[in-house]
């Protein structure tokens, strides 16, 4: 099984629409979620933390359900700029720092 | 700009030849990281160290080579390398805790060295 999984896609999904993306892991030591945004061709920046309680930063909610390890990232009233492959990374207890990163779901917003 | 800058930015190399990556970071961190992005694959962690020192290699191939000189350097030494090594390698760099390792802040990337051997 794969450390962290996540659904390739792609996601091609008009401008306006609410998107949702599922990431499960499977090491129940993670201590630490985020998802980062890539896009194509560039390097990997961080979109956002996760929080146990869930958090939200504009357009963007992220939940964590640490029972299910599982995380999910909503995107809401979707942009043209939002088109990206969004990284679901994982940090382990005692891994000394490190990421897992899953292999990303890519994103396409259209007009 | 994120604040870590790599060289160059795109490298074609010989499988007999011998370069080497740069990265460098202005952002005052202690921990710098090499991955390799091949792919369909995800980010693949290559070379860690936290106050210039290595505190993990993930079973990285001998032709790759780091050297950390200072906490604001990394340099990764290629030599003898395969066409399967041809990947996008990305340095990053956060502030770990002093003397664990365990970092607690988030890891900001280069732009990346593009990579092809031929």
């Known amino acids: 099984r794969k450390e962290v999984e996540q659904d390739p896609g792609p996601f091609n999904v008009p401008e306006g629409a609410t998107v949702a993306f599922n990431c499960t892991y499977s090491?129940?030591?993670?201590?630490?979620f985020f998802w980062y945004r890539q896009d194509c061709r560039k390097e990997p920046k961080l979109l956002m933390s996760?929080?146990?309680s869930g958090n939200e930063d504009g357009r963007f909610t992220a939940q964590l359900n640490r029972a299910s390890q599982y995380i999910s990232l909503l995107i809401r009233d979707s942009k043209l700029s939002d088109s990206a492959t969004y990284l679901c990374?994982?940090?382990?207890?005692?891994?000394?720092?490190?990421?897992?990163f899953g292999k990303g779901t890519k994103l396409s917003v259209k007009p | 700009e994120t604040g870590v800058t790599q060289t160059p930015r795109h490298l074609v190399m010989g499988m007999t030849n011998k370069k080497s990556l740069k990265c460098e970071q202005h952002?005052?961190?202690?921990?710098m990281y090499w991955y390799k992005q091949s792919a369909k694959k995800p980010l693949e962690l290559m070379f860690v160290?936290?106050?210039?020192?290595?505190?993990e290699n993930n079973s990285v191939p001998s032709r790759f080579s780091p050297e950390c000189p200072n906490s604001s350097h990394l340099f990764l030494h290629l030599h003898t390398l395969q066409p399967e090594d041809s990947a996008l390698y990305l340095c990053?760099?956060?502030?770990?805790?002093?003397?664990?390792?365990?970092?607690?802040?988030?890891?900001?990337f280069g732009a990346g060295t593009r990579l092809s051997v031929l």
């Open positions: 996760v929080y146990s």
């Open positions: 990374v994982v940090r382990v207890y005692g891994s000394q720092g490190n990421l897992i």
């Open positions: 990053a760099s956060s502030q770990d805790k002093r003397g664990t390792g365990d970092s607690t802040n988030i890891q900001y």
């Open positions: 090491n129940s030591a993670s201590q630490s």
């Open positions: 160290y936290s106050l210039e020192e290595r505190v």
């Open positions: 952002l005052g961190h202690n921990a």
